[in-house]
T-cell receptor
Framework: KAGVTQTPRYLIKTRGQQVTLSCSPI?????VSWYQQTPGQGLQFLFE???????NKGNFPGRFSGRQFSNSRSEMNVSTLELGDSALYLC??????????????FGPGTRLTVT | AQKVTQAQTEISVVEKEDVTLDCVYE???????LFWYKQPPSGELVFLIR??????QNEISGRYSWNFQKSTSSFNFTITASQVVDSAVYFC??????????????FGAGTRLAVHP
């Protein structure tokens, strides 16, 4: 079974630009979550999508948004990039449950550098 | 407040030593899940174990073992006879029971383990 894939793996952008990151979950997984990892803040939850709907949201500004398509693939977008947005962005997929939490499987991440 | 604390920032051991990584969590919820993930230098988080709050049974998987104690809010991870390939950052994480979904992982800061030959 193929794992979680993320594209692109590396990105360099300039302040003020916007960026779109893509995530394809494991086949059969309907929940996709996004996390930001930085040396200063560690791993922080951005949002989770299930059945094309945002089900959970972390404490990030509105510049961070996402969506999920009918095939469960997900994209996240960051507009008006700031230097502090430089990070490793990790996508995770899992079986979806409302009364139980399943393990999340992570992709290799997209390393975003903002200059 | 919900929080995961991994007090050990870095641990350095020599191959074949046993090592225990500590994890202490805070939550008022009675239903929650605890996880351990490994992040090797490649960057990808690798799932190791999931435990729910109603299952305090300890678990062993090969050289890995986990000790879950609700009385002390701890979920510690022990590697027996460590190997160089165990070198990585290890994260302990918590999922609470929010309405509408169960997938918001709250991570600890991680413990960097270096195993030397």
């Amino acid at each position: 079974k193929a794992g979680v894939t993320q594209t692109p793996r590396y990105l360099i952008k300039t302040r003020g630009q916007q960026v779109t990151l893509s995530c394809s979950p494991i086949s059969g997984h309907r929940s996709v979550s996004w996390y930001q990892q930085t040396p200063g803040q560690g791993l922080q939850f951005l949002f989770e999508y299930f059945s094309e709907t945002q089900r959970n949201k972390g404490n990030f500004p509105g510049r961070f948004s996402g969506r999920q398509f009918s095939n469960s693939r997900s994209e996240m977008n960051v507009s008006t990039l700031e230097l502090g947005d430089s990070a490793l962005y990790l996508c995770a997929s899992s079986l979806a449950g409302t009364s139980v939490s399943y393990e999340q499987y992570f992709g290799p991440g997209t390393r975003l550098t903002v200059t | 407040a919900q929080k995961v604390t991994q007090a050990q920032t870095e641990i350095s051991v020599v191959e074949k030593e046993d090592v225990t990584l500590d994890c202490v969590y805070e939550t008022r919820d009675t239903t929650y899940y605890l996880f351990w993930y490994k992040q090797p230098p490649s960057g990808e988080l690798v799932f190791l174990i999931r435990r729910n709050s109603f299952d305090e049974q300890n678990e062993i998987s090969g050289r890995y073992s986990w000790n879950f104690q609700k009385s002390t809010s701890s979920f510690n991870f022990t590697i027996t006879a460590s190997q160089v390939v165990d070198s990585a950052v290890y994260f302990c994480a918590l999922i609470l029971r929010p309405s509408g979904g169960y997938n918001k992982l709250i991570f600890g800061a991680g413990t960097r383990l270096a195993v030397h030959p």
